[in-house]
């Protein structure tokens, strides 16, 4: 670990460099500590020469002045702790440095960890994204137009006269992946070095599942194990029984992820709650009350893991409590409706328009809503040069 908390010739052209990714880090001291624990001196040098995109080792070699074999041991080890992400294509090998958020940030917390003083991480971790008045990294991860993820609708809940979309189907996601992997819950896991545990009993491990590239990566690094694609869809239906509800990325072609999620350890459930209402994209459907049926029960409220619902009364006093949506917040997931004893909840159809397409125009339209699109498309066009000038 690296403790070289106040060195500009490190920490800050780290941040400078994760600040041009779609989702940056709001710079303070709580950063500064996990980025001093996370990255060594040479790892925080070596990640802030990183381009935007993927980068063979010989490309970095030229960013970085290092020798071919110091780089590459250093790599290895970086990708080992999360903080890049190694791939190979038709036989090489290409490095990408992680964001923070969704990023090494969780990666920290993904595996059991000998390396790094975890329960000191996990409070500053804590601190730094909840424990500033000022909400500058809420705003900096929820508050562009269009979200980083989404949700996905419970199918069994989908009115028999409306259509889904096959992105919007956590089973249909997970049979179409190459491959899938499981692995541990870091918002969980993280809480439990806080002397804390999920109101839900959800587990920490074999929770959180993982796809193609990213799930490849993170079995070959010891951050998930291989499953079947049946095995996945059983724990997508335990996850179900819990009534958690399913996240996943903001696009509508090969989902890196899909993370089975709880408001009370989930941060970005934790950021919907905590005044970012739009900050994690809704599915095409909202919840409907069937007010006549309904008897206050609150059994839904308890389920809801936004929340989206809330228990009214009328000015007399003499009606009975009825439960009432707050369409803002509500994701249209449908994670609450098995809580209902009456089963006075039901989904119905809210037009919305459609997530992106790929992850690379996911980071696009977050980078132009933003105002930092420029540097992105630049970075683009040189790679594009240097490539096309070695091959001549």
């Known amino acids: 670990m690296g403790h070289h908390l106040a060195t500009k010739n490190s920490i800050v052209p780290l941040i400078d460099r994760l600040n041009k990714y779609p989702i940056g880090l709001a710079d303070n001291d709580k950063l500064r500590q996990i980025l001093a624990i996370l990255f060594s001196e040479d790892e925080a040098f070596i990640a802030s020469r990183f381009p935007l995109e993927e980068a063979t080792l010989e490309e970095l070699v030229r960013a970085t002045g290092w020798t071919n074999e110091r780089l590459k041991v250093t790599l290895d ?4 702790k999360g903080l890049v992400m190694d791939m190979t294509y038709s036989g090489k090998t290409f490095y990408l440095l992680m964001p923070g958020l969704i990023g090494f940030f969780e990666f920290s917390f993904m595996k059991q960890r000998q390396d790094l003083p975890v329960a000191e991480l996990a ?3 804590h601190e730094y994204l909840l424990g500033d008045p000022n909400q500058a990294m809420g705003k900096e991860f929820f508050s562009s137009k269009t979200p980083l993820t989404r949700s996905l609708v419970y199918e069994e809940h989908i009115p028999v006269s409306s259509n889904i979309a096959t992105y919007e189907s956590a089973r249909e996601i997970i049979k179409s992946a190459s491959y899938g992997a499981i692995g541990m ?5 993280k809480k439990e070095h806080l002397h804390q545990t999920c109101d839900k009993d959800a587990p920490t491990k074999e929770i959180c599942i993982s796809l193609g590239t990213a799930a490849k990566f993170m079995v070959r690094r010891g951050f998930a194990e291989k499953r079947t694609r049946e095995e996945l869809l059983v724990i997508l239906a335990k996850a179900r029984d819990l009534n958690l509800t399913h996240i996943t990325d903001n696009i509508r072609y090969k989902p890196s992820f899909i993370c089975n999620c709880c408001s ?3 941060e970005l459930l934790g950021g919907v709650i905590q005044g970012f209402p739009m900050g994690v994209a809704k599915t095409n459907f909202t919840l409907q009350i069937d007010l006549e049926s309904c008897i206050g029960c609150g059994l839904c409220k308890k389920s809801c893991n936004v929340v989206a619902l809330e228990l009214v009364g009328t000015s007399n006093g003499k009606s009975k409590k009825r ?3 707050n369409v803002d917040n509500c994701l249209g997931c449908g994670a609450c409706i098995t809580a209902c004893p009456t089963r006075s909840l039901s989904l119905i159809p809210m037009q919305r328009s459609d997530p992106p397409g790929k992850k690379r125009d996911l980071f696009k339209q977050i980078l132009k809503e933003k105002k930092r699109l420029t540097p992105f498309v630049i970075s683009g066009v040189k790679k594009k040069l ?3 000038l070695r091959i001549g």
């Open 123 to 125: 409070q500053l971790m």
């Open 185 to 189: 819950c870091y918002c969980r896991h």
């Open 323 to 325: 439960m009432t949506v």
């Open 386 to 388: 240097r490539r096309a």
């Open 77 to 80: 080890e970086m990708a080992d």
């Open 264 to 266: 009370c350890c989930c």
